[in-house]
């Protein structure tokens, strides 16, 4: 559909930058792109199918305005991209660390925590 309600070619396509940026950017101090909780199944929550459409409409067109101050800030999809690229490897290094200092916990038959101290980490690392 076309003509008055046709807006600027902004992708919001399951690519990397719009399915993953929660999670990382909120870590950052930035919630850019909430999650929305699951819809309920057809007739669950009393609401008419007219209802649902137009709570995803006003969704649509507040994701629209995200879209459109994150590029007026001077993000790119690009740049957004390779941040959360790095966000994910570090998270996988830390998960392995994490592991590794688990396992070395349960081999000493001490906490975690108790290892902290050792490695020099804080507890919020």
């Known amino acids: ?53 137009g709570a995803l409409k006003e969704k649509d067109r507040a994701l629209d305005r995200e879209i459109a101050q994150l590029l007026s800030e001077g993000y790119s999809v690009e740049e957004l991209e390779k941040h959360i690229s790095l966000l994910h490897e570090y998270n996988e290094i830390k998960d392995a660390g994490q592991m590794l200092l688990g396992k070395l916990a349960v081999i000493r038959g001490v906490t975690t925590k108790q290892l902290y101290p050792e490695y020099d980490l804080e507890l919020n690392d």
Request: hydrophobic content about 40%; overall charge positive; charged content about 15%.
């Open 1 to 53: 559909s076309g003509g008055a309600g046709f807006r600027p070619p902004v992708s919001r396509s399951p690519s990397p930058f719009t399915r993953r940026l929660a999670v990382p950017l909120a870590a950052a101090g930035r919630v850019l792109f909430p999650q929305l909780p699951a819809a309920p199944p057809h007739g669950a929550g009393g609401e008419a199918p007219c209802d649902d459409i």
